[in-house]
C-alpha cells in the first residue's frame, strides 16, 4: 500500500495546521514524527477495529485525528504549535485492528512531510 501524506509547511507558533493521509480500508493508521538528531517518534494513532485514538503525551490535547471516509483520508488537526513540534511527519499503516507506538509495528509508511514552527 502506497500512501501519500501531505499538508506541511511552515506555521507561526500558536498556529494550527492539518494533516492528511491518503489511507483507506481495514488498516489502523498512525502518525509519527522525526526531529533533526532524533528518534521518530509516535504522535497520533486511530484504530480500525473500533475507531478509538491515541495520543502521545506532548500531543494530547492540541492534536486530534481523524478519519474522512468521504475523502479516503486520515488526518491530523495540529493546534497551539511550538518548536518542539517542527519535524518531518509520516503517516504509517498497521494491518489489524490494534495501534502501538512502536514504529517496527508498521507495515507501511508514507514519505513524510515537513513542518516547520517559528516564532
Known amino acids: 500500500v502506497q500512501l501519500q501524506a501531505s499538508g506541511g509547511g511552515s506555521v507561526l507558533v500558536g498556529g494550527s495546521r492539518r494533516l492528511s493521509c491518503a489511507a483507506s480500508?481495514?488498516?489502523?493508521v498512525a502518525w509519527f514524527r522525526q526531529a533533526p538528531g532524533k528518534e521518530r517518534e509516535f504522535v497520533a494513532g486511530?484504530?480500525?477495529?473500533?475507531?478509538?485514538?491515541h495520543y502521545s503525551d506532548s500531543v494530547r490535547g492540541r492534536f486530534t485525528i481523524s478519519r474522512d471516509n468521504a475523502k479516503n483520508t486520515v488526518d491530523l488537526q495540529m493546534s497551539s504549535l511550538n518548536p518542539d513540534d517542527t519535524a518531518v511527519y509520516y503517516c504509517a499503516i498497521r494491518y489489524g485492528g490494534t495501534l502501538s507506538p512502536r514504529k517496527d509495528q508498521y507495515q507501511s509508511w508514507g514519505q513524510g512531510t515537513q513542518v516547520t514552527v517559528s516564532s
Open positions: 480500508g481495514r488498516i489502523s
Open positions: 486511530i484504530s480500525w477495529r473500533d475507531g478509538s485514538t
